[in-house]
Nanobody
Framework: VQLVESGGGLVQAGGSLRLSCAAS????????MGWYRQAPGKQRELVAT????????NYADFVKGRFTISRNNANNAMYLQMNSLKPEDTAVYYC?????????WGQGTQVTVSS
């Protein structure tokens, strides 16, 4: 499974961004997709996940009520709507897919939130 993220950029605190992840390859075998992020000098951390079957979502506490993960199985896409952004949300955001034969990552997209 190959993943390509888009939608990152520079935004002021309180603003919004929408990230997209396009999946290709053996997408029928994907059972969970998610967003992770990594800030400079920090470990990569989970932001949110969504199952491709029932659409069950899971969020990190620090984004609950601000971010919304969604997916469109018909076009093999996943999204992350980010509202009320904070400077501490600045990071490279990665798309992840867990599938039958492995675990795939995208190349990442930079999100920078200015104060």
């Amino acid at each position: 499974v190959q993943l390509v993220e888009s939608g990152g950029g520079l935004v002021q605190a309180g603003g919004s961004l929408r990230l997209s992840c396009a999946a290709s390859g053996s997408t029928s075998s994907v059972f969970v997709m998610g967003w992770y992020r990594q800030a400079p000098g920090k470990q990569r951390e989970l932001v949110a996940t969504i199952t491709t079957g029932g659409g069950t979502t899971n969020y990190a506490d620090f984004v609950k009520g601000r971010f919304t993960i969604s997916r469109n199985n018909a076009n093999n896409a996943m999204y992350l709507q980010m509202n009320s952004l904070k400077p501490e949300d600045t990071a490279v955001y990665y798309c992840n897919a867990q599938w039958l034969f492995g675990n795939s990552w995208g190349q990442g997209t930079q999100v920078t939130v200015s104060s």
